[in-house]
C-alpha cells in the first residue's frame, strides 16, 4: 500500500537555524498538510496546500514558516530562525481530496531545537 | 468553530477488560466527518475509521465499535477485551465539508491515553 514518507527522522538544529523538513506524499493525492504535536500534546494543523498554493493555514503558521512543492513530488515546510518551542514531531499528511477522505499521515520528523 | 474535546486524559484497564474512549465534537456544519486515529508508542498516526454525519449507524471492526450519536454529538470507540496491544494515544478528529470553505483539514481532540496492563 502506497505511503507517506517523510525524511529526516529525527533532526536536532540549533537556535536561529533554518530547517527543512521533506515529504513524499502519496502520489495521485491532491491534497498535502502539515501538523505539528508538541510532546505528549495534541495534533495541531499548520497549512493545507492543493494546487501548488496554500489552501488554509492556522495561526500557528506565520511569516517563520513555509511550504513548498518544488518538484511535483516532494513537498516541504522550511522554518526560518528556528526557535526553541519549535521542538515538535512534524506530520506531514496526504489526501486524494474526495470530501471526507481521511488523510494518510507520516511517521513524522522530530525536530530537536537547542 | 469546530472543535473536538476528549475529556479523558489516561484510561488505565486490565488486559480484557472493555473499554470506552469518549469524543465531543462541535460544529456548525450540517455535513461532516468524524474519524479516529491510533497512535502507539513508535509515533505514527494510523486511521482507524471515518464517519459521515448522514450515517448514524454503528460500526464494529473485530474488538472495535463505534457509537455515532448526533443528538449528543458524541462519536465514542469501544475496544472489547482490551489488548496489551491496544495501548496508545487515540485521537478523534472532525473534517467540516468543502462547501463550507474547508480544505479538508482534520481538527484533533486532546487524545486519550490508553494503557492495557497485563
Known amino acids: 500500500e502506497p505511503e507517506v514518507t517523510q525524511t529526516p527522522s529525527h533532526q536536532v538544529t540549533q537556535m536561529g537555524q533554518e530547517v527543512i523538513l521533506r515529504c513524499v506524499p502519496i502520489?495521485?493525492?491532491?491534497?498535502f498538510y502539515w501538523y505539528r504535536q508538541i510532546l505528549g500534546q495534541k495534533v495541531e494543523f499548520l497549512v493545507s496546500f492543493y494546487n501548488n498554493e496554500i489552501s488554509e493555514k492556522s495561526e500557528i503558521f506565520d511569516d517563520q514558516f513555509s511550504v513548498e512543492r518544488p518538484d511535483g513530488s516532494n513537498f516541504t515546510l522550511k522554518i526560518r530562525s528556528t526557535k526553541l518551542e519549535d521542538s515538535a514531531m512534524y506530520f506531514c499528511?496526504?489526501?486524494?481530496?474526495?470530501?471526507?477522505?481521511?488523510?494518510?499521515f507520516g511517521n513524522g520528523t522530530r525536530l530537536t531545537v537547542t | 468553530a469546530q472543535k473536538v474535546t476528549q475529556a479523558q486524559t489516561e484510561i488505565s484497564v486490565v488486559e480484557k477488560e472493555d473499554v470506552t474512549l469518549d469524543c465531543v465534537y462541535e460544529t456548525r456544519d450540517t455535513t461532516y466527518y468524524l474519524f479516529w486515529y491510533k497512535q502507539p508508542p513508535s509515533g505514527e498516526l494510523v486511521f482507524l475509521i471515518r464517519?459521515?454525519?448522514?450515517?448514524?449507524q454503528n460500526e464494529i471492526s473485530g474488538r472495535y465499535s463505534w457509537n455515532f450519536q448526533k443528538s449528543t454529538s458524541s462519536f465514542n470507540f469501544t475496544i472489547t477485551a482490551s489488548q496489551v496491544v491496544d495501548s496508545a494515544v487515540y485521537f478523534c478528529a472532525l473534517s467540516e465539508s468543502y462547501t463550507s470553505g474547508n480544505t479538508g483539514k482534520l481538527i484533533f481532540g486532546q487524545g486519550t491515553t490508553l494503557q492495557v496492563k497485563p
Open positions: 502520489s495521485n493525492h491532491l491534497y
Open positions: 464517519r459521515n454525519s448522514f450515517d448514524e
Open positions: 499528511a496526504s489526501s486524494p481530496g474526495r470530501h471526507g477522505s481521511p488523510l494518510h
